[in-house]
Every structure is written in C-alpha cells, then in structure tokens.
Nanobody, 126 residues
Framework: QTQLVESGGGLVQPGGSLRLSCTAS????????VGWFRQAPGKEREGVSC????????NYVDSVKGRFTISRDNAKNTVYLQMNSLKPEDTAVYYC???????????????????WGQGTQVTVSS
C-alpha cells in the first residue's frame, strides 16, 4: 500500500521556523519529483516548491523565495521543507505529492502520482 505522510507542522510565532517532512512508504519517492503545496482557509491550493528526483533542481513560488528551502534524502524516502522567517500569511495546511515530471517547459511538478495526503497544519501567529 502506497502512502505519503506529512509531518512537522505546528504553531509558531512570526519570524520563527519549522521543518516539514514528507515521508513515503510502499513506493520509492526518489523516482519522482516532489512538490509542496499549501491551502489556506477559503483559498485555493497553491504550489510552494518543487524538487527534482535527484534534488539538484528546485523551484519556489515568489512569496517564499529566500525563506523556504526544499531538500530530499532519497535514502530515507523523505522530502523536507525548511521554513524560516515565517509570516502570518504562511498559515495553511501543507501537503506534499510526488510528480512524474519536474519541469514540462511551462510548469513545475506536473502529472501527480497518487492522491493527496492528510497534510500538516502550519499556523503562524503571535
């Protein structure tokens, strides 16, 4: 049975940091690009970051550039999202998902493999 579990969320003050983990079981995450997405209340899900299979290529939405870092440890079947200098507008449920294609020429993280996980809540508030 394939499964993807997000963890590491929580309540943090503005300016704080969190590291999210995305761990796969039942399949080899290293075969796929992986994207982190987030969905705030009342808003559509948006792409935050995408990483290639080997980890050498990464992409970020403009609002998190310079603050978030995506990385992966294929030996641990895990992808991480280090989030620094968090802002209240980063509050959302964060999801990860594997993708067949890292970059199509017009879009990062395309052709999702499998369904969404439960996500992990990140709340940035004083």
């Amino acid at each position: 049975q394939t499964q993807l579990v997000e963890s590491g969320g929580g309540l943090v003050q503005p300016g704080g940091s969190l590291r999210l983990s995305c761990t796969a079981s039942g399949f080899t995450l290293g075969y796929y690009a992986v994207g982190w997405f987030r969905q705030a209340p009342g808003k559509e899900r948006e792409g935050v970051s995408c990483i290639s299979t080997g980890g050498r290529e990464t992409n970020y939405v403009d609002s998190v550039k310079g603050r978030f870092t995506i990385s992966r440890d294929n030996a641990k079947n895990t992808v991480y999202l280090q989030m620094n200098s968090l802002k209240p507008e980063d509050t959302a449920v964060y999801y990860c998902a594997p993708f067949v294609i890292y970059w199509t020429g017009s879009k990062y993280c395309e052709h999702q493999f499998g369904s969404w996980g439960q996500g992990t809540q990140v709340t940035v508030s004083s």
